[in-house]
T-cell receptor, first 114, second 114 residues
């Protein structure tokens, strides 16, 4: 059974600071996704990471994937209040060569304060 | 282009009642899935479908049925509602399995079982 753990679960940070959210998973996979969810809203895709060493950046967010360590990170640079949201990583379970099931982490609730 | 449309947005049921949550997508996506989101538990996969006529169970399928008679529609049926099924339900779709593109999520259905 694929398990996905995120930490921290809650993160309060000041504007302008840097921080990293970690996503660990338990079995082999080479597909990892990061999503953002605002309170009461749906999920918005941020990044798709498809191979070992993949790095993607969008604005103040940068995501990376290390498939050997089964670890992905979401790094926040110089946080701003608009980044306040819950961030989820999700890992695809590979079954007979086809990725068919997505397992989500429990989410990291990020609060950026002035 | 409406994307993924879920109806209803809110619903209150009594224990033992049955109902169907509707999900439709207009992007000709092959892969569709249903998740439930509970506080502190992220999203958990209920059922998924890799194409019309093909469905399979996810992590928490008990108490739910699905069918996929068309590419566009993927309804979720609660057979006999229980308070433990109080949750927010999200439907999602992606073009071909969980390949190199993220899932598109609907706005969710907030369901309360009394």
């Amino acid at each position: 059974e694929l398990k996905v753990e995120q930490n921290p679960l809650f993160l309060s940070m000041q504007e302008g600071k840097n921080y990293t959210i970690y996503c660990n998973y338990s079995t082999t996979s080479d597909r990892l996704y990061w999503y953002r969810q605002d309170p009461g809203k749906s999920l918005e895709s941020l990044f798709v990471l498809l191979s070992n060493g993949a790095v993607k950046q969008e604005g103040r967010l940068m995501a990376s994937l290390d498939t050997k360590a089964r670890l992905s990170t979401l790094h926040i640079t110089a946080a701003v209040h608009d980044l306040s949201a819950t961030y989820f990583c999700a890992v695809a379970f590979i079954n007979t060569g086809t990725a068919s099931k997505l397992t989500f982490g429990t989410g990291t609730r990020l609060q950026v304060t002035l | 282009n409406a994307g993924v449309t879920q109806t209803p947005k809110f619903q209150v049921l009594k224990t033992g009642q049955s109902m169907t949550l509707q999900c439709a997508q207009d992007m000709n996506h092959e892969y569709m899935s249903w998740y439930r989101q509970d506080p502190g538990m992220g999203l958990r996969l209920i059922h998924y479908s890799v194409g019309a006529g093909i469905t399979d169970q996810g992590e928490v399928p008990n108490g739910y049925n699905v069918s996929r008679s068309t590419t566009e529609d993927f309804p979720l049926r609660l057979l006999s509602a229980a308070p433990s099924q109080t949750s927010v339900y999200f439907c999602a779709s992606s073009p071909r399995g969980l390949a190199n593109q993220p899932q598109h999520f609907g706005d969710g259905t907030r369901l309360s079982i009394l």
